[in-house]
């Protein structure tokens, strides 16, 4: 089915009785229903009246040209799948967080035993990443920080060691961060134990 541009100029009215012609330049369904009560305005003004069947034409007319640029049925694009799986599947849904986190690390001077307090900002999007990664881990199964570096994309374990600024950035602090909210238990010795 053919549908027409609703900017389409719509050609001129041929209609019975006193209505002659009706020209009209209207761009669209609105422009030409809005002409057609300006012209029985005037007509009315003048004394004209139409008859039943004038009117008749007039509103079969405009439905038929209505349904010419809006047809009933609009067709939406459909994908059908002939071939395929036909076991069940569980899509997994992770929800990311949407708003940066800030963590307070406190360093206790060695010699005047004062603390200091450093802020450090987790982007969402580091934390996420590591989010997903674990939500893919087993449940209460202890996973070494090895293979945690393997899905960053870091190949082995020194790899992100050595980059300390990226250790921090992508690794220690989107793991503490988890750990603060009880999705993962992390031990020093880089075991991760995903919790939820």
């Excluded at 963590?103 to 590591?130: S, Y």
Aim: net charge positive; glycine share 6%; with cysteine.
């Amino acid at each position: 089915m053919e549908v027409k541009s609703q900017t389409q100029q719509i050609e001129t009215y041929e209609m019975v009785g006193d209505i002659k012609k009706y020209k009209t330049s209207a761009k669209t369904i609105k422009g030409i229903v809005l002409g057609l009560i300006q012209k029985f305005r005037n007509d009315a003004k003048k004394g004209k009246i139409y008859s039943p069947t004038e009117l008749e034409w007039v509103f079969s007319e405009s439905l038929r040209r209505f349904n010419e640029y809006y047809p009933n049925k609009i067709v939406k694009n459909e994908i059908t799948i002939l071939d395929g799986w036909k076991g069940k599947d569980v899509k997994e849904v992770y929800k990311g967080f949407d708003k940066d986190f800030t963590i307070i690390q406190h360093v206790k001077d060695k010699e005047t035993g004062e603390i200091t307090e450093f802020p450090h900002t987790v982007k969402k999007e580091d934390f996420n990443r590591i989010l997903f990664i674990i939500k893919k881990l087993p449940l209460n199964e202890p996973v070494s920080c090895y293979l945690i570096a393997k899905k960053l994309g870091y190949g082995e374990w020194k790899n992100l060691w050595k980059e300390r600024k990226e250790y921090f950035k992508f690794y220690y602090f989107p793991i503490k961060v988890c750990e603060a909210l009880k999705i993962i238990n992390y031990s020093g010795k880089g075991t991760i134990i995903r919790k939820v």
